[in-house]
Every structure is written in C-alpha cells, then in structure tokens.
C-alpha cells in the first residue's frame, strides 16, 4: 500500500484563521494519537444568544472550512456579534482534511460516533463544546455526489421546520436545490431531509443528534454540492448561516 499523500495544509489553515482572530483562537492539545490541535473560536462571548457552526467533520469536504474562513474574513458575523455569542469549530477532523479523507486518521467516520461512551478524541471536544446549551447549531458539509443545494434539519418545535424551507429559498438562485424524492437513502421534501425519529432507538447518532438531546433547539446540518465551484459552495453555506441566524434572531 502506498502511504497516504497530504492534499491540504492543515497550517495554512491555522495561518488563516489567525490572520483574522489572532485573539479568540482556543487551541485544544490532545494526549491521543492524533498529533493535530483541536480548534474552537468564540466570537461575541457572554451574548445571550449562542449559536455552534462547525465544519470540516469529514476530511473531503473543504467546503464547508472555506465557508467558516469566509465568515471570518470577511466579517459576515458583524450584523449578529451584538447579541449573539458564535462559537465556530473549524475543523473537526484536521487529519482527514490533510489527506482528504472522510474519516479521521483510525479510518473512522466521527459522524457515526456521537453515541459512542469513549469516542474519539475529535468527537469528544466537540461533545465536550456541546456540553453548554446553544439555541441553534449549524454543520456544514458537501455532497460530491448531489446536483443541487440540500439540508437535514430536526428541532424540538415544528413550527421551526419551516426555516429549512426558509434557507433552501434564499438559495436556490445560487445553486440549484435537490429536489429528489429520496437523498441519501432518507426520504426529501423539496431539499429537506427531516424526518421524525425517536432518537433514543437509534443505535448511532451524528452531531446534530447528540446537539438535539443536550437540549439544542434547532439544528442543522447543511449539504453543499461539491461540483459547483468553491465560491458557489461558500456562498450557498454563508447564505444559509445568515437566513438562520436572521430567523432566530427576529423569532425568538
Ligand atoms: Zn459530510
């Protein structure tokens, strides 16, 4: 076998992220194999309001990353830093994302592993952020294999489904929406996937279910199509972040 190639670097990364928020940058140093530190911003602390997005969960979808850097970058959490307090999880899986893999560097898909009592470390720190309440978190991820914009959403308000419907909206004159039927095995409605399921039965949850039973009250996670160009991914993902951040923000 031949050894894995790095694709990405996980510095430049880092150099990114400081070049922006050179104050506000937690690094978290792990004892467990994985040699990479685990990131976590926080911008607006003390807000009353507190949001959680995170991306680079899985190593091959750099999009949701470039979202985050570009949320940053370019300021886009000025109009919500007055009440909100955002915590941003760059990436949660630095080792796949510099050998663009989907797992982490076990061969382990941490999306899967939410339920885990001793999961990995990666998973632990994001379970451990996750141990405060949010009101709203918000995954972002890509789909190479979908040819529109889509998103997952579960909450415990349906009068909330709506906001689902709500981003799509705001997006479908910058990428086009899946609207199959069926997307990735779980039934769709016109881009969303939101079924109702009673977590307690399920033998593995993702983030977003183990965000839903600490008591998050909406949360998304939010597919972009990888084969659009990268600007039109991040542009989707920053269009979703803000029509849910603008929703919460006039509802609640
Ligand atoms: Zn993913």
Redesign the pocket.
């Known amino acids: 076998m031949q050894p894995a190639k790095k694709i990405n670097s996980f510095e430049l990364i880092i150099h990114r992220l400081e070049k922006s928020h050179l104050d506000s940058i937690e690094t978290h140093h792990t004892k467990q194999a994985s040699t990479y530190p685990l990131l976590k911003i926080v911008l607006g602390k003390g807000n009353p309001r507190r949001v959680l997005i995170s991306a680079g969960?899985?190593g091959d979808?750099p999009g949701g990353m470039e979202s985050l850097l570009s949320f940053l970058q370019d300021e886009h959490y000025l109009s919500y830093i007055n009440h909100w307090e955002i915590t941003l999880l760059p990436c949660i899986n630095p080792h796949g994302y510099e050998f663009g893999t989907r797992e982490n560097h076990e061969g382990k898909d941490l999306?899967r592993l939410f339920k885990e009592t001793q999961p990995p470390t990666e998973v632990f720190f994001a379970q451990s952020v996750l141990s405060t309440p949010f009101e709203l978190t918000i995954e972002l991820?890509?789909d190479n294999e979908s040819a529109g914009y889509y998103l997952y959403q579960k909450g415990v308000d349906a009068k909330d489904d709506e906001l689902g419907f709500k981003i799509l909206d705001a997006i479908k004159n910058i990428m086009p929406i899946n609207l199959d039927d069926e997307i990735d095995g779980s039934s769709a409605d016109q881009g969303v996937i939101g079924k109702s399921i009673d977590i307690s039965k399920m033998d593995w949850w993702p983030m977003a279910l183990y965000g839903l039973s600490k008591g998050v009250k909406r949360c998304l996670t939010l597919e972009t199509a990888s084969q659009f160009n990268m600007a039109t991914r991040v542009d989707a993902h920053l269009t979703a972040i803000k029509t849910a951040l603008n929703y919460f923000s006039n509802k609640y």
Do not use: A, G, P, S
């Open positions: 969960m899985h979808e999306n991820h890509e």
